[in-house]
């Protein structure tokens, strides 16, 4: 009967998801991009495996488990996990038990002729009369509250709370995916940096050469003064650049620290030079991008709560049932308190209906149908911007990878010149202003050269956080919810389906 009377009616509307309107590919996919299916390499995986680097693998690990902004959005998720049960125990009746011991005097003023509650007589004689003025009751008593979920209110809040938890988990997955995607981009930018300080060191080792040879030069009298200082001057400068670009490397390291939940004094990255070239990231189809960002996984929920909540609203304006049932045990006798004579039980129910209350009800669905209003245009904006992330580091690879060839291409160049005029300055056929613009040529070349590198790893990453890295959307139901996988480097967390 309760199960019928909580599925009787449900008031509000039922939840479709909002429409969007996607393109079947994205603008600036390059020619042959391969389309990634379902099971690929950056779906439902540790998409930093695809660098092939194990020391920022290692680290991914650390920042899933000891990150506080992940650790703040897990513990979010999980008060969003426990509403639904709280929600969810207004299907079924409360129970109340009470057992009490009461010491009763009855005045003696009360009259020949009255009575306790256990009917003892009671009268006003003197001492030894056999009459009762005191007396002792126990009781046992337990009382059921119930309010049948007519017209679905429950059931909506409900959803709502489910609604509400999905949302909390792809919040909590697009945390991870920011968290981690950071930590990438701020190692590579760190690994950049390693690059530009061999750059400098080698600068600076190339400028002590020049100068000497300026020094020898100007000892055999072919070069002036002014040539030793122009060249003194220009080791000094690289030498401080190269002491610079430590601050900088030292700042990526402290951050790289405290986004896996450790003081910067704690971790020391060894300086490694190595190749920054991006990995072929395959592609997914544009219309897939609504299922694997988190964040729109999370702004699609927020539009079922607000739909659910509605119903909640609307619901408000039935009226409402509650069925109470009392029952127990009470005498003056302990021994026999469990007796039939002693027991006592009663039932009964009311009906309540709101008349008026000066548009209270009226003005908390408006409120209701503005949020879900709002949590639609949200929605819609989300994917706007998910589709601006991803064409925006689409145009970044596609033109910084032209960039990079053309440029590694100008290094080569720069090095053949500067070979060639440092020979001829050496055989005074060349000036040494000559010798300056070439050395700096070469090294501004080469510097950028490493930032084209910086920011083709950076655009690289932040591709496979548009596409929405290894974030898959599950279901929550309220008979389970354990389902969610949201992808972890050493742990695996899960919520719900």
């Not at 920022?56 to 513990?75: D, P």
């Not at 909506?156 to 981690?180: D, H, P």
């Not at 932040?462 to 974030?471: P, R, S, V």
Request: glycine share 6%; charged share 15%; hydrophobic share 45%.
């Amino acid at each position: 009967m309760g199960l019928f009377l909580q599925n009787a009616c449900t008031v509000g509307p039922n939840y479709a998801p909002p429409c969007m309107e996607v393109p079947e590919q994205f603008k600036e996919a390059p020619k042959g991009w391969k389309f990634a299916c379902p099971c690929d390499a950056i779906d439902r995986g540790p998409w930093w495996e695809m660098f092939h680097d194990p020391l920022l693998t290692k680290m991914m690990c650390r920042v899933g488990t000891y990150n506080e902004n992940i650790a703040v959005a897990f513990a979010q998720y999980q008060q969003a996990r426990v509403l639904i049960d709280q929600n969810s125990a207004a299907f079924y009746p409360l129970v109340f038990g009470d057992a009490s011991i009461t010491e009763q005097k009855v005045s003696s003023s009360g009259g020949i002729g009255s009575t306790s509650p256990t009917g003892a007589v009671i009268g006003t004689s003197g001492k030894g009369s056999g009459f009762v003025d005191k007396f002792t009751t126990y009781s046992i008593s337990g009382t059921a509250t119930w309010v049948p979920d007519l017209w679905g209110s429950v059931k909506r809040m409900v959803e709502a709370s489910i609604a509400g938890a999905q949302a909390s988990a792809a919040q909590m997955a697009a945390v991870t995916l920011s968290m981690q995607g950071t930590l990438a981009q701020t190692y590579f930018q760190l690994r950049a940096a390693d690059l530009n300080q061999k750059i400098l060191d080698d600068t600076v080792i190339d400028y002590r050469k020049t100068l000497q040879i300026t020094i020898n030069r100007y000892n055999a009298g072919t070069a002036q003064r002014l040539d030793i200082l122009q060249a003194q001057s220009q080791l000094d400068t690289a030498i401080n650049a190269s002491q610079d670009n430590k601050i900088a490397r030292a700042q990526f390291e402290h951050a790289i620290a405290v986004l896996m939940g450790m003081l910067p004094e704690c971790l020391s990255i060894k300086p490694i030079i190595q190749n920054l070239t991006p990995p072929c990231i395959p592609g997914v189809i544009a219309s897939t991008l609504l299922e694997r960002r988190p964040d729109i996984a999370q702004a699609e929920r927020l539009v079922a709560e607000a739909n659910a909540n509605i119903g909640v609203a609307i619901a408000a304006f039935f009226p409402s049932i509650t069925i109470t049932s009392t029952g127990g045990y009470q005498s003056t006798d302990l021994s026999k308190l469990f007796s039939a004579p002693a027991s006592f039980w009663s039932i009964g129910g009311q009906l309540m209906q709101t008349i008026y209350d000066g548009g209270v009800l009226i003005a908390k669905k408006d409120i209701a149908c503005a949020a879900y209003n709002q949590s639609i245009a949200n929605y819609r904006q989300v994917v706007l911007s998910a589709f601006q992330n991803v064409e925006d580091n689409l145009v970044q690879l596609r033109i910084l990878k032209s960039e990079v060839r053309v440029q590694a291409d100008a290094v080569d160049k720069a090095a053949a010149a500067l070979k060639i005029i440092i020979n001829q300055y050496r055989v005074g056929t060349a000036q040494y202003s000559d010798v300056i613009l070439a050395q700096n040529t070469l090294y501004a070349a080469r510097q950028t050269l490493v930032n084209l590198k910086s920011r083709q790893m950076v655009a690289a990453v932040g591709l496979i956080m548009a596409l929405g890295g290894g974030f898959h959307m599950c279901d929550v139901s309220a008979a389970g919810y354990e389902e969610y996988v949201v992808t972890c480097p050493c742990t695996e967390q899960t919520a719900n389906p």
